[in-house]
């Protein structure tokens, strides 16, 4: 039903047909236009999201109107507000779409059902919790222990196409500078 979620698990767990079938039955097409706002602040998260097409941002703003984006999720990336979605409390961020966007979304309820039920999900959850983990360790270490420089070079080797469908504000936010610094890195 959804070749890349199939592939995508299966780069960390294998599955029967019957399996990914049973999965498949618990994720939903959505569609939103860019700019489209997919959560704000304050909303009650009961959804986690599998990006097929498209480019999102997650960020927040602080009491003086500065945005800090969290992370940008792109195809075959998973968005939710993750703290609201596992403790049944409300938003803090914002997740919009900078491009038109496919998600396959599914409930936290049917995620859970699928943990109880299937190994094999239950695994891949697991794996992609300590990878999404690791991952975010490594940037706030980043954002302590690197300088502007070092971390615009680590993002562009690490997404080099992030750069081509992102402003430059944007990855002034992300990696923690205004757009004006950036500029000034001769980048």
Known sequence: ???ALRKHFEELVELTDAEFERISTCYHLKK??????ILQPGDTVSHEYFVLKGLLKTFMIDDS?????LQFSMENWWVSDYQALHTGGKSSFIIQCLED???LYISYADRMQLCDEMHQ??????LKITNGFIS???RVMALLNNDAQSRYQQLL???PSLFQRVPKALIAAYIGVSR????RLHI
């Open 1 to 3: 039903m959804h070749p």
């Open 32 to 37: 939103f236009k860019k700019h489209s706002i």
């Open 65 to 69: 109107g500065k945005e800090h984006i």
């Open 101 to 103: 966007v496919e998600l």
């Open 121 to 126: 999900f239950e695994r891949f959850c697991r």
């Open 136 to 138: 975010m360790q490594k």
């Open 157 to 159: 080797e690490q997404y």
């Open 180 to 183: 004006e610094t950036l500029s």
